[in-house]
């Protein structure tokens, strides 16, 4: 998820909060977030519903908000197929026809395929100035390889140009060092064996990259080693230091380069709080 810096009209927002299916049943359902598989789905339901929030008198913006709002991304996907087969028209569309604002924009956003959502959202962010840091790290550190594999294949298809590339010629420095190698996906992952003399090299190295032409012992720490990893790395470097790595970050570095490395650590510390916190701020 990707929430941008635009401002949605407090009423939109109660308006949506009011229809997502928040879990009530904490034993039953635990802790799946707040969109999630629809139990009672019936896709000839919705598609109907839809249907007649859309050609009645008036667009029912109350039911096209219920229904995409309670439904998961891919019961979203199996309503769009459905309605495309029963009216011979592409539901994304028909919605556009209907719906205008941030309302629409929404709706947009529900019911893209993520991996086209996602390519939407990182070539928005490299060709707008001063969210690459932002929405571009958010991507590229967050979703799993594949995922992130299917959003720069789709990358290249709908705007024929490779996500490197507009990475090399739309950013600069040690930010464009760590979104493309963000980007290459080499993350290394967890085999759950503990490697002690690498966390205390990484301290070190870290320690001592404060000079010129060092940055690139950041990036590759932070963007090659696995979260478990780099837990252990944060929390040693701050008993042998004194202070947290991301004050480190703030004293070394400055712009758009400390904005990103503080976002990636956020997500390596906690990603799911790194959302609550990006949702919070949007809603502020």
């Known amino acids: 998820?990707?929430?941008?810096?635009?401002?949605?009209?407090?009423?939109?927002?109660?308006?949506?909060?009011?229809?997502?299916?928040?879990?009530?049943?904490?034993?039953?359902?635990?802790?799946?977030?707040?969109?999630?598989?629809?139990?009672?789905?019936?896709?000839?339901?919705?598609?109907q519903r839809l249907l007649r929030a859309i050609t009645g008198q008036g667009v029912d913006h109350n039911a096209i908000v219920a229904v995409l709002?309670?439904?998961?991304?891919?019961?979203?996907?199996?309503?769009?197929?459905?309605?495309?087969?029963?009216?011979?028209?592409d539901l994304l569309k028909s919605l556009q026809a209907a719906l205008s604002g941030n309302l629409e924009k929404i709706v947009v956003g529900l019911l893209q395929p993520m991996a086209q959502f996602d390519a939407q959202e990182l070539r928005r962010a490299l060709k707008a100035s001063g969210s690459a840091e932002d929405v571009a790290m958010e991507i590229l550190a967050t979703r799993a390889p594949p995922r992130l594999q299917e959003c720069l294949t789709?990358?290249?298809?709908?705007?024929?140009?490779e996500a490197e590339e507009d990475i090399k010629s739309e950013t600069s420095g040690t930010l464009q060092d760590l979104l493309l190698a963000l980007a290459k996906?080499?993350?290394?992952?967890?085999?759950?064996?503990?490697?002690?003399?690498?966390?205390?090299?990484?301290?070190?190295?870290l320690q001592q990259a404060e000079g010129p032409s060092t940055e690139g012992t950041w990036?590759?720490?932070?963007?090659?080693?696995?979260?478990?990893?780099?837990?252990?790395?944060?929390?040693?470097?701050?008993?042998?230091?004194?202070?947290?790595?991301?004050?480190?970050?703030?004293?070394?570095f400055h712009g758009n380069t400390q904005v990103a490395l503080l976002s990636l650590a956020s997500v390596i510390r906690n990603t799911p709080l790194y959302f609550a916190d990006k949702l919070h701020q949007a809603l502020q």
């Open 1 to 47: 998820m990707s929430v941008s810096s635009g401002r949605t009209a407090p009423s939109l927002i109660q308006e949506i909060l009011s229809h997502l299916g928040l879990a009530n049943k904490t034993a039953a359902w635990g802790t799946l977030g707040t969109l999630r598989t629809f139990l009672s789905f019936t896709v000839e339901k919705d598609v």
């Open 219 to 252: 990036v590759l720490i932070f963007t090659q080693r696995n979260p478990e990893h780099l837990i252990r790395v944060f929390a040693q470097y701050q008993r042998y230091t004194g202070q947290e790595l991301e004050e480190a970050v703030r004293n070394r």
């Open 185 to 205: 996906g080499g993350r290394e992952s967890y085999s759950g064996i503990i490697d002690y003399n690498l966390a205390e090299e990484d301290v070190q190295a």
């Open 69 to 89: 709002t309670n439904r998961s991304r891919e019961q979203r996907q199996l309503i769009s197929r459905a309605f495309q087969e029963r009216t011979q028209q």
């Open 154 to 161: 789709v990358y290249k298809h709908d705007f024929q140009v």
